[in-house]
Antibody, heavy 121, light 110 residues
Framework: QVQLQESGPGLMKPSQTLSLTCAVS??????????WNWIRQPAGQGLEWIGR???????NYSPSLKSRVTISRDTSKNQFSLNLTSVTAADTAVYYC?????????????WGQGTLVTVSS | QTVVTQEPSFSVSPGGTVTLTCGLS?????????PSWYQQTPGQAPRTLIY???TRSSGVPDRFSASILGNKAALTITGAQADDESDYYC??????????FGGGTKVAVL
């Protein structure tokens, strides 16, 4: 059973760099034909796709965040990460990681439980 | 900048039918956008209802169905139940590895 677990700082100040990690158990992030995604949701608002990394290492980013986002992975720890630079209050959100499976485009499953990141001075 | 459009809200009577749509500001939605639909209740991660335009995810009741209606993707709930009261999101593939969510539709069953 694949499980994803996000971890992050919780509270940040504006202009800092957000670093989040998604630890994966029950599957290898380098096996198969999967995409490992980051998705966020500000409180009371909709979902926003941030980007993804493929098992091959290929990476895609949302054009709206591309200038500030880096997705990477640590295969030795079986986890992937999100870095978001120059955060503002608008980056306050619950951040989710999720797997997208082969032949299931747009099917994000499973999801992590989400981690709340608050940006405040 | 491309925007995925959804109705902000809908109301449906118990047992009734409602169709939510998902459009693109820059053109028509087709199967090449692999439209997918998610249901989300407060405090929970979203749950996949439909992926790849028509495919119902495992365990999803058949009262949920999807289609392409004109130039939009559509999600139809037939025989709405009280626990269908949720937020519904679509997500579209824009090409070159990029996905974009719609703003979501809040469905009330009353």
């Amino acid at each position: 059973q694949v499980q994803l677990q996000e971890s992050g700082p919780g509270l940040m100040k504006p202009s800092q760099t957000l670093s989040l990690t998604c630890a994966v158990s029950g599957d290898s992030i380098t096996s198969g034909d999967y995409y490992w995604n980051w998705i966020r949701q500000p409180a009371g608002q909709g979902l926003e796709w941030i980007g993804r990394i493929h098992t091959s290492g290929g990476i895609n980013y949302s054009p709206s965040l591309k200038s500030r986002v880096t997705i990477s992975r640590d295969t030795s720890k079986n986890q992937f990460s999100l870095n978001l630079t120059s955060v503002t209050a608008a980056d306050t959100a619950v951040y989710y990681c999720a797997r997208e499976g082969p032949s299931h485009p747009g099917d994000y499953f499973p999801w992590g439980q989400g981690t709340l990141v608050t940006v405040s001075s | 900048q491309t925007v995925v459009t959804q109705e902000p809200s809908f109301s449906v009577s118990p047992g009734g039918t409602v169709t939510l749509t998902c459009g693109l500001s820059s053109g028509s939605v087709s199967t090449k956008n692999y439209p997918s639909w998610y249901q989300q209740t407060p405090g929970q991660a979203p749950r996949t209802l439909i992926y790849n335009t028509y495919t119902r995810s495992s365990g999803v009741p058949d009262r949920f169905s999807a289609s392409i209606l004109g130039n939009k993707a559509a999600l139809t709930i037939t025989g709405a139940q009280a626990d269908d009261e949720s937020d519904y999101y679509c997500v579209l593939y824009l090409g070159r590895g990029i996905w974009l969510f719609g703003g979501g539709t809040k469905v009330a069953v009353l």
